[in-house]
């Protein structure tokens, strides 16, 4: 069965340092998806990527980047120079391709960036 | 464009009352429909998953049950609620295998 694991509950760090939160799963399918969501103090969740099991490529978004290891079956996020916009709950979420659509996220890390 | 609502946003109810959630997806059909709790300062707990009408895939054993009466429209419900059920509930909708589109929550109290 798959599963999520995100082992850091919470991080504090000051406003521009940066913050990496780690992201390891289990999942017996060859064919997966994982992504990671934001969860602002307001409740909502906002996707921020999606990366697919063939694609290895580790991706840069602004001040976020991703670094997607199957070796390890990791999928690590960090924030470069943290703002305080960034204090929020992140998760990251596994589902299987031949899971019946099973979505599954990790516990989440609570991100507290400090002014 | 695709929209999901989910109401009420806030719900207090006592101990042993009834519980009905809903929550309808627009513009799109067949979409895979999900209900998740958020207990406070935890992660994002599955309830249950429906690939299509009728079809639920439940989780973990409790005290609540879900329906999918129609392509679009997702029911969580209770008989009785425990205290143990407060939390932020939430539920989204995901086309196969890309990302999943969240409703703005119902954050439910049990007194």
């Known amino acids: 069965a798959q599963k999520v694991t995100q082992a850091q509950t919470e991080i504090s760090v000051v406003e521009k340092e940066d913050v990496t939160l780690d992201c390891v799963y289990e999942?017996?399918?060859?064919?997966?998806?994982l992504f990671w969501y934001k969860q602002p103090p307001s409740g909502e969740l906002v996707f921020l990527i999606r990366r697919n099991s063939f694609d290895e490529q580790n991706e840069i978004s602004g001040r976020y980047s991703w670094n997607f290891q199957k070796s390890t079956s990791s999928f690590n996020f960090t924030i470069t120079a943290s703002q305080v916009v960034d204090s929020a709950v992140y998760f990251c979420?596994?589902?299987?391709?031949?899971?019946?659509?099973?979505?599954?996220f990790g516990k989440g890390n609570q991100v507290v960036v400090i002014p | 464009s695709q929209t999901i609502h989910q109401w009420p946003a806030t719900l207090v109810q006592p101990v042993g009352s009834p519980l009905s959630l809903e929550c309808t997806v627009e513009?799109?059909?067949?979409?895979?429909l999900y209900w998740y709790r958020q207990a406070a300062g935890r992660g994002l707990q599955l309830l249950f998953y429906s690939v299509g009408i009728g079809q639920i895939s439940s989780e973990v054993p409790q005290n609540l049950s879900a329906s999918r009466p129609q392509d679009r429209q997702f029911i969580l419900s209770s008989k009785k609620l425990l205290l143990s059920d407060s939390g932020f509930y939430l539920c989204?909708?995901?086309?196969?295998?890309?990302?999943?589109?969240f409703g703005q929550g119902t954050r439910l109290t049990v007194v």
């Open positions: 979420a596994l589902s299987e391709a031949m899971g019946n659509n099973r979505l599954a």
């Open positions: 989204a909708w995901r086309p196969e295998n890309t990302e999943a589109f």
């Open positions: 999942t017996r399918d060859t064919t997966y998806y």
């Open positions: 513009g799109t059909s067949n979409p895979n």
